[in-house]
């Protein structure tokens, strides 16, 4: 396991707006600079339920590598590759497929939610049902130990935690396992084996997590053996086979604040967004016409904030000055709608210009962008090549 690794990817479905600014990217620019960040265009991922659309997907990768890269996403930073351009998903995908059990993906809860969401769309494919598995093997093939992800992809990543335990146990069992596990404690010197086999000991006999913890941690501080001996003795402390695909954890991130334009989730299926690439006039067009508390009929009416959807975006948007002058106009009365949407209108206008200033300059050269994500997929594609040639040796796949 990488344990320093994040991955996360988005589908090129569309333009991008402030929601996946505000609810992923802004994430990503932390991130990057913590982690060895993988971030990925998940284009397979783009066919689970727009299969049957015509999606100019060239431009759309294109776009989002764009929006991503104006946003202050750093290539030199952060690995930005496409998904297609590695295979190597597509084939563990495959291989993953052959031994995890049909409940479990029938189980996944976006399946059934996806389903009543998306109803005018054919969604009774293998595809669509597969795709929670796609994601697992996206995750395994890089051994990211942490996956960023809001409340509800947590189920994700347990189902990729089970998906990777289950290949462990079929498949990390080597004939001579225990042997060579027993060989390799010995090349640690007398002091450090001995350790480490009481720290096994303990927590196979009582469940000490806080001895599992340290043996792992014994493991990592090794000079004396190889990579694969520290990792097959990963599996020994715990019982198990040799590790081949970890188990990552779900990083929990905050749930985006970034409200649409009718106060609920800003989404392009509620046809409620403000694109990064949209013009100041249409900015300024699509916020003046946001429903504001029914109650202020005329510019005497007094109105609550809460029941306003303007209200949730000077939360985003505004300083304390400005929320608490704009609580006083709608309650008493003093200003009318129109007026409190400007600060608003002003502030998504300061944030995007710039943004949309660096776009003009990306979209200009779009041998640069070609040039980033060829670099970006044949980085990752190493570390896949060297994943799948261990997952294939542990299957019998290499005649």
């Given at each position: 396991m990488q344990d320093n690794r994040v991955l996360s990817g988005m589908r090129p479905t569309g333009r991008l707006h402030l929601g996946h600014y505000h609810g992923v990217l802004k994430n990503w620019l932390k991130l990057q600079n913590e982690y060895d960040s993988y971030f990925f265009v998940a284009d397979y991922h783009a066919f689970t339920t727009h299969y049957a659309d015509k999606i100019d997907l060239e431009t759309n990768v294109m776009e989002m590598v764009v929006d991503w890269l104006a946003t202050g996403v750093n290539p030199?930073?952060?690995?930005?590759?496409?998904?297609?351009?590695?295979?190597?998903?597509?084939?563990?995908?495959?291989?993953?497929?052959?031994?995890?059990p049909l409940s479990w993906l029938e189980r996944v809860p976006s399946y059934k939610d996806q389903q009543l969401k998306l109803k005018t769309k054919d969604l009774a494919t293998y595809g669509f049902l597969g795709y929670p598995l796609l994601q697992s093997a996206d995750i395994l093939m890089y051994k990211a130990n942490l996956v960023p992800v809001g409340e509800d992809q947590v189920a994700h990543i347990e189902l990729t935690r089970e998906v990777a335990r289950r290949f462990n146990h079929i498949y990390g069992r080597e004939a001579d396992f225990e042997e060579k596990s027993e060989a390799a404690i010995g090349k640690m010197g007398k002091k450090q084996a001995k350790l480490f086999r009481s720290l096994r000991k303990s927590y196979q006999e009582t469940?000490?997590?806080?001895a599992l913890i340290k043996a792992q941690a014994l493991l990592q501080e090794q000079q004396n053996i190889t990579l694969g001996d520290r990792v097959r003795l990963a599996g020994y402390i715990e019982g198990v086979g040799k590790i081949i695909l970890p188990e990552p954890e779900s990083l929990l991130t905050k749930a985006s604040k970034m409200p649409g334009l009718d106060g609920?989730?800003?989404s392009k299926s509620y046809n409620n967004t403000i694109s990064l690439r949209d013009t100041k006039q249409q900015i300024e067009t699509k916020i003046k016409r946001m429903p504001t508390d029914?109650?202020?009929?005329?510019?005497?009416?007094?109105?609550?904030?809460?029941?306003?959807?303007?209200w949730q975006l000077h939360k985003v948007y505004s300083e304390q000055q400005t929320c608490d002058w704009v609580v006083d106009g709608c309650t008493q009365a003093k200003m009318g709608c129109v007026e409190c949407k400007q600060p608003v209108i002003d502030a998504v206008q300061a944030q995007l210009m710039p943004m949309q200033e660096r776009i003009a300059k990306y979209q200009a050269d779009p041998d640069l962008i070609k040039q980033i994500i060829h670099e970006g997929s044949q980085k990752a594609r190493s570390v896949a090549k060297q994943t799948m040639a261990e997952v294939r040796e542990a299957m019998g796949i290499v005649y």
């Open positions: 030199n930073t952060a690995t930005i590759f496409v998904q297609s351009k590695v295979p190597e998903h597509a084939e563990l995908h495959l291989l993953l497929s052959m031994s995890t469940g000490d997590d806080e609920q989730k800003m029914p109650a202020r009929i005329k510019l005497t009416d007094v109105g609550n904030p809460e029941k306003c959807p303007v």
